[in-house]
């Protein structure tokens, strides 16, 4: 019988080092903490737009849920 290999596996410790090596050979020992930054930058933006997006959506759900039944939320105030 022949193995199942996976088509993707994540690098373990000498692949990421080489990884880190052939960045700074490319890159420049200077240049790395810019292109971290504006990296970290851009996946803070990203999530910010993520989370926006959840809360509108989240807001749209709330608001077809109370158009669809309005007797809903006074029960809900009633309850509380």
């Known amino acids: 019988m022949s193995s199942l290999v996976p088509l993707f596996m994540m690098p373990g410790g000498p692949e990421l080092l080489i990884i880190l090596f052939i960045a700074v050979l490319l890159f420049g020992s200077t240049k790395l903490p810019g292109l971290a ?44």
Do not use: Q, Y
Request: charged share 50%; hydrophobic share 30%.
């Open 37 to 80: 930054r504006a990296a970290g930058e851009s996946m803070g933006e990203f999530e910010k737009g993520r989370t926006k997006v959840e809360h509108e959506l989240e807001e749209m759900r709330t608001a077809a849920r109370e158009s669809a039944d309005p007797d809903a939320e006074e029960v809900e105030r009633t309850a509380d």
